[in-house]
């Protein structure tokens, strides 16, 4: 036979204990009016401790729970960059003739602004860079995703993420470029059509990545400025990007 659970328990013992306490208030004042105007009294402020409790308290706790959530997000988000997306940028920016354009939007520095943060990520999103799977070597990138899928994997497989739909879209993005060239024996001599729709699945990865950068610094300057400090100067589309810091 199953047992009951503690909260049947609990709640059991709560209601016996109360009725305790009146039955004991009853026989030692005998004012049977009184006990059940203060009953009815408390009865009628339940809905309003529902309120408070449900409506206030529950939602600051949850924009505690959330503050936490979003600040766990963030660190893998940092990791991902860490071991793959800014090497990426750096791979897939040698597809393209000329981003000197958009780069020149995308040199961040100690003074930007949420604004300017934001304005660099809607260029980036609606951007049509023009990368060319068939202008540079498909050789050196196949094998760096490949050895990044396990990483990938154990991304894609973290709970915290599903709250995040943006950087979800962006790693299975990544994930899908990395399986078109795996699943090729040889990345030279391809058909124009496959060149292109390599060039399709290349420039998706390539505009997330750049937009969930920007979001990632974003939250960098405010939180941690010493990590700020270090993304900002190992700009991963920025050709003089060295971690010393000159006079």
């Known amino acids: 036979m199953k047992r009951p659970g503690w909260y049947i328990i609990m ?29 009815l009294q408390d009865v009628a402020f339940v809905p309003i401790q529902v309120l408070i409790v ?36 750096r791979h897939c920016s040698r597809f393209s003739a000329d981003l000197t354009e958009l780069k020149q939007h995308l040199i961040v520095t100690p003074n930007w602004k949420d604004q300017d943060f934001e304005k660099a990520r809607f260029l980036v999103t609606h951007a049509n860079p023009n990368l ?18 396990g990483f990938l994997l154990s991304l894609l497989a973290n709970p915290n993420l599903l709250e995040h739909d943006a950087f979800t879209d962006l790693l299975w993005a990544v994930f899908h470029l990395q399986e078109e060239l795996s699943a090729r ?44 400090s270090l993304a900002v100067r ?3 589309l920025d050709m003089k990007a060295s971690a010393v810091i000159m006079d």
């Open 234 to 236: 190992m700009n991963p």
């Open 132 to 149: 060319d799977a068939a202008r540079a070597d498909l050789g050196d990138l196949k094998p760096f995703l490949e050895a990044k899928r």
């Open 11 to 39: 709640t059991i013992s709560l209601l016996l204990l109360s009725s305790f306490f009146y039955a004991l208030q009853l026989f030692l004042f005998r004012k049977t009016g009184d006990t059940f105007f203060y009953l």
């Open 54 to 89: 449900s409506l206030i308290i529950e939602r600051l706790l949850n924009e505690r729970e959330k503050a936490a959530l979003l600040k766990k997000m963030n660190m893998l988000i940092g990791a991902f960059y860490s071991e793959v997306g800014s090497d990426l940028i």
């Open 185 to 228: 024996p040889q990345l030279t001599g391809l058909p124009r059509h496959d060149y292109d729709h390599l060039s399709g699945d290349m420039k998706r990865a390539f505009t997330q990545l750049l937009a969930e950068w920007l979001s990632y610094l974003m939250h960098l300057k405010h939180d941690y400025p010493y990590l700020f």
